[in-house]
């Protein structure tokens, strides 16, 4: 029954996983760099109300996208897939994605 769960999993490669985080660290750069630019040169409450708006459109949907792929990450390198809700700890977040990056696929060991 296990084996069969564990062919369910979707799994994901080091390699895809390093690429769509950097696309997803490169919109949010540009995302954080249009949010300044509206909150200093709009007024300040539309500013304040306009960086919400972009962290509900972009933050949360991007959260919820790392930790699926994080999930998938760790399911490709043996691991259990709780360990993707790391992503949700600060500062923690970081090294999971350093430690899940670099870790291999099960067929790569073995």
Do not use: C, Q
């Not at 792929?69 to 390198?77: I, L, V």
């Amino acid at each position: 029954m296990e084996e069969m769960r564990e062919e369910t999993r979707s799994r994901m490669g080091r390699r895809e996983y390093i690429k769509r985080w950097l696309i997803l660290i490169s919109i949010g750069v540009v995302v954080g760099i249009g949010r300044t630019l509206a909150e200093t040169f709009l007024p300040a409450e539309l500013g304040s109300v306009l960086g919400m708006i972009v962290l509900a459109l972009y933050g949360l949907p991007a959260l919820a996208l790392s930790v699926v792929w994080t999930m998938n990450r760790a399911t490709d390198a043996g691991k259990d897939e709780a360990w993707g809700l790391l992503l949700v700890v600060p500062i923690v977040n970081i090294a999971a994605l350093v430690v899940f990056a670099s870790l291999p696929s099960r067929e790569e060991t073995g």
